[in-house]
């Protein structure tokens, strides 16, 4: 099983809302990542969690706030974004060749996001 | 300066011939590579990967090539499918490791045409 969830599919929000995505895995991976998608574009990676603790944080705007609040959730927290925001947002998992894994990110389906 | 690159942005490929999708990479610190294939509006979908200690990995109708001396990895499908046709992504990492980084190339649409 490599299956990655991600909730809610589609979100609309406005740029005062405060609205949060959320993604699960059961696959006992320890790393989590959030990336952002554009149209016609490559995923950028926002935020690595390994071991429940952020390793990474690639300059993402405080706007968007990750939590991991145990091994299997992930969430990004969205306060006062911008249309610009518009985008698909993807979680990964992986689980490195030290605990067993082989070290591959399995995606879940996105949350496609509109900001009005 | 992009790292990982996929030069074509298209292919079309009638059904049944093969599909030769192509990525290259400059960072000598990567080890790990992979694709995916894309959907639009889903996810990308983990199809094969290869470590650097291989130069070729298979797996059904897919077969990874990798060419370190060159920097250059290609993804073969045989025989292609009109289900195939989507966007594929090559992925590289320094080593795979949890919360380690990919950098992704641009990404390539590969039509097959019945």
């Known amino acids: 099983d490599t299956e990655v969830t991600q909730t809610p599919k589609h979100l609309v929000m406005g740029m005062t809302n405060k609205k949060s995505l959320k993604c699960e895995q059961h696959?006992?991976?320890?790393?989590m990542y959030w990336y952002k998608q554009k149209a016609k574009k490559p995923p950028e990676l926002m935020f690595v969690?390994?071991?429940?603790?952020?390793?990474i944080n690639e300059s993402v705007p405080s706007r968007f706030s990750p939590e991991c609040p145990n091994s299997s959730l992930l969430n990004l927290h969205l306060h006062a974004l911008q249309p610009e925001d518009s985008a698909l947002y993807l979680c990964?998992?992986?689980?490195?060749?030290?605990?067993?894994?082989?070290?591959?990110?399995?995606f879940g389906p996105g949350t496609r996001l509109l900001v009005l | 300066d992009q790292q990982v690159k996929q030069n074509s942005p298209s292919l079309s490929v009638q059904e049944g011939r093969i599909s030769i999708l192509n990525c290259d990479y400059t960072?000598?610190?990567?080890?790990?590579f992979l694709w995916y294939k894309k959907y639009p509006a889903e996810g990308p979908t983990f199809l094969i990967s290869i470590s650097s200690i291989k130069d070729k990995n298979e797996d059904g109708r897919f077969t990874v090539f990798l060419n370190k001396s060159a920097k250059h990895l290609s993804l073969h499908i045989v025989p292609s499918q009109p289900g195939d046709s989507a966007v594929y992504f090559c992925a590289a990492s320094p080593k795979p490791n949890a919360g380690n980084m990919l950098t992704f190339g641009g990404g390539t649409r590969l039509m097959v045409k019945p």
């Open positions: 990964a998992s992986s689980q490195d060749q030290s605990s067993g894994g082989s070290g591959t990110q399995y």
């Open positions: 696959m006992g991976h320890r790393a």
């Open positions: 969690y390994s071991y429940e603790k952020l390793s």
């Open positions: 960072n000598s610190m990567f080890d790990y």
